[in-house]
């Protein structure tokens, strides 16, 4: 069950009230006011003032290229968004970092579980049906390539590559405290499964 959305600004309240915290590339002072983490000392800022405003500041990297991850280590710099209460800073954090207050919130109470890369590719089925082929030791490397934090994904991995099998950048201990909210990754996405298919296709039998 995902967290109420009462009980997600009531965590970021309480959060912001105990000093700045930092969630992926973003620093959160007790004002409510975010900003790039490279950026905590600057003082020449865009300013901006809206919730939804970060939507656009979420959308293009500093080189104005389309970021289709929202958690690549690629955040634009040069702004900060100046918030006035803890309803608006969950909007905000939905835009930069979908989902990932609720999750961290439903982890720390053993609400979610995380799933087996084996178990989210069983689910396939059409055109992506033959990622259920790719190799243990292909599947690892894949994932160190496309889901390390310097140029990939800033998620801490939880989930295993099979029930026995961990996966090569899996975190088991997940850091507690007030200093850091985790990007979570519970289950493998999307694009990582699309990564798997031409892998996996090398795997067909010969015609």
Known sequence: MSPSPSRLTSF??????????????IT????????????????HLIQHTRATDARELAKYDDCGAYRPLKTAPNLRHGWELRLTSPSDLRLALDFFY????????AHERGEIRPVPLRETL???TGMYRVTQLIRDDQAAQLVEQTCNSATGCLRRI?????????S??????????????????MEACNLLVAAARPI???????K
């Open 98 to 105: 979908p989902a990932a207050i609720g999750t961290w919130l």
């Open 122 to 124: 069983g689910r396939q």
């Open 200 to 206: 996996a296709k090398t795997n067909l039998p010969a």
């Open 158 to 166: 939880l989930w295993p590559l099979a029930d026995a099998v961990p």
């Open 28 to 43: 959160v002072r007790p004002d409510f006011s975010l900003r790039h983490a490279d950026d905590a000392t600057s003082e």
């Open 168 to 185: 090569p950048l899996t975190e088991s201990d997940v850091p507690g405290g007030t200093a850091e909210v985790p990007l979570l990754c």
């Open 12 to 25: 970021l309240n309480d959060l912001c009230q105990r000093g700045p915290w930092r969630i992926g590339q």
